[in-house]
Structure formats: C-alpha cells, structure tokens
DNA sequence: AAAGTAAAAGAACGACCGGTCGGTCATATA
DNA sequence: TATATGACCGACCGGTCGTTCTTTTACTTT
C-alpha cells in the first residue's frame, strides 16, 4: 500500500525522462524532429516546459537522445522478434514483414520516426543529421549481413549482390509509408509485401522456403 | 535599347510572381513546405516580405501555387522528354533514368519536392494534403497506365500486374534521394538503375528491348 | 491629363519559438 | 540531523513567425 507515495525524486525523474522521450519519437514521427517543439512536447508528456531542461541542455541533445529511442524500438519491434526465427531468406520475410506490421499496427502515430527524419536531415548537415545516418547504415548494413548470410546458406542464388538486395527491400517497403497514408493502405501493404516476396522467391534455391503468396 | 526601364507593372508583377514560385519549390524541395519561411523565401527572391502578399493571400496559396509549379517541373522535366522516345518498356525505363538524372544533376537542391512533401502533408488533412496526394496519384497513374501500355505491346509479360510494378518503379526511384544524400551517391544511383533494369528484362519478351546493364 | 489600379515597400501586430532564471521542495547523502 | 542535489515550476527574454495596414510608386485606362 501507499505504492504510488513512494516517490523517489530520481525514479521519478528517469520515468518522466522516459515518458518525455517516448512522446518525443511518436511526435517526430508526425512532425518531424525540427517540426517538434518544446512547449507542445512538454504538455503531452504532463510536465511544464522548463522541467525539460533538467533533462536536456537543449532541443538537439532530445533529438540525439531520440534517435537512440527510435532505434531501440526498431530493434525490438522488428530486428529481435526476427532473430528468433531461422536465419536465412525467412529471415529477410520475417524483417520486411516486421516493418510492415510495425507500421499497419500504427506503433509510431506518423507510421515511421526515421523515414521522417532521413528526409528532414538529408541535406542539413550536423550532429542530427550524422546520427540518422548511422541508424540507416546500421540497418542498411544488417539487411545486407542477413543477405549474405543466406547466401552463404545455399538459400539465395550465389550470384546475389547483397548490397542491392539490401537496397530495394528497404526502398520497398519504406515506400508503403506514404502510399498508405496519402493513397490507399490496403493496396500499399499488399504492394509492399508481394514486391519483395516475389524478388526473394526469384532467388531461391529451394522454391518452398517462402509461401508462394 | 532602354530595356530594362520598359518595365509594365503587370509583366513585372509576373516575373516576381514566377521567381518567387521558383525559389519556393527549390527551398521547399530542402526544407519542406512548412518549413519554408516567407522572410527568407522573399529575401531569396529579391521582393520584400510583403510584396509577397500582393500576389498570394496566405502561405497556404503559394504552398498550392508551388504544388502546381513542381507538377509542372516533373512533366517537363520527366515525362515529357519520355514522350519523344518509344512506348512500352524502354519509355519505362526512360522514365526512370529521366528521374534518376533530375537527381543526379540537382535540379533541385534538395533532389525532390515530392518526396519531402509527402512525408510532410501525409499525417496533416487539409487542401495541401490532398494536392499532393493527387500529384502522387497522377505520377503513379501514368506509371500504370504506362505498364499496361507495354503488356498490350506485347513487350513485357501477359501476366504483369501493373499497379504493383508501378508501385515498384516508384519506390525504387524514390529512395535515391535520401540514400544518395545520407550514405553514398555512387552506389543509390546504381542500385536505384539496377534495381528496375532488372526488374523490368525479368518481364521482357524480347530481351534486347533493354540493355543487360 | 486625370483617374484608376496593380506592385511593391515599411512598419508594426500578436502568437509562438527555443531558452534562461530564480525559486520550491522532496529526497539522497554525510 | 544538516546539507547538497536533482526534478520541476512560473515568469520572462530576445527573436522569428505569418499576417495586416498604410503609403509610395509607376503603369494602365479613360
């Protein structure tokens, strides 16, 4: 009893950090990381605005700190939950897949933090901006290991250039975020999951590691 | 001679008009349509921030206005020049190597005004939402319409789905911009060409309709 | 030549931005 | 128990935002 009393000022504040944060990653995912701002952060999150800076020196240390957020979901929503299942062509299903529900589920209310932010930061040079892209070459880089991985496997055709496998799984399904929202979410999720489907089905060795639809 | 004093407040009036438009689609091609400010925009036009209201009523006109104008860059620029070559499967390809070049050359400096205001406007309902979207649809339109021109040619195979492969085609182009810009530019040019080239000799009935590489 | 009109500039507005400051209070520390 | 610390607040700062109003200027129309 009297549990919520028990307060301790520093638990307190790393779940208000934590809360602060987490809103953070779900706003940005609308507006951007430049396009959020302070004050309306602070009401969402339930502290005031200046309760802020005792978390953070200033708006571009919550970016950073976001950023490591965001990828920390990604990491738990799609690339773990994948590594429990087997490694190989599955595996790059199981990862696009992943991305696909993480986004129809609506996890991130503006469907995807980092594919609002690469387009954000793409051209604006800085700490931000470099962050980004090591997220997106992290990804980038794990998609391709699990395609060589395959590869090495005898799953995929031993000609495969993981790179650009890499490139278009990514570029196939990132492409669903705004074909779902601005044109037609059905079509776009079964776009995006046939496109690679049918790509990985092409390179298999063995025609029944992959459903055929 | 005396020619820059022949000066007609009207023709003036539409020079400022188009200058302005012009500047607005290449600074919101980096910073985004909201992030585009009308101090700056002015400034870089050369007319002071409220001459700009003699020829817009509100930010929201000119986001319109710029919608239109980019509309207009794309056709001119991409589909146009597709137009002067043959149907089918090479005007596919055409296409996409048009777009890959309207990146390449930076005829916008931040490489695609669609690309930024769709991630902007997809979670923002309202007319520069829906003016987007319909570019969007239009463009993946032609896509489709362009496909399933080139199954009837009898150019790509009869059983091509072509709202999907449209669907492929886009997303393939679109992700160069942030790859080139965030990662490396040698290699999104090449994964983003590859990537379709195959994609589309995969359905060819005729295999020297399009270059290996 | 007079009257009318469109293109601009300049100054100023209220709202909101990121950020600072002084202060309060519960708690961790000694 | 004395003290230092971290979480948090309300008030406020200078600056920028989109927008409005007034005025000047130069062309167009009558």
Known sequence: MAETKADGRRARGERSREAILSQAVSMA??????????GRLAEAAGV?????????RDKEQLQLDAIAWASRLWVDRIIRPSLAGPPGARRLMALHEARLRFYAEGVLPGGCFFYVAQVEFDDKPGPVRDAVATAMSDWLGFLRRTVEEAVALGELDAGTDAGQLAYEINALGEAVVSHSRMLDAESAYRFGRTAVLHRLRA????PTLLPEA
Chains 1, 2 share one sequence.
């Open 48 to 56: 005031s605005k200046s309760g802020f800076f005792a978390h953070w």
């Open 203 to 206: 390179l298999l060795t063995d």
């Open 29 to 38: 995912s609308v507006e951007g990381l430049s396009g959020l701002t302070l």
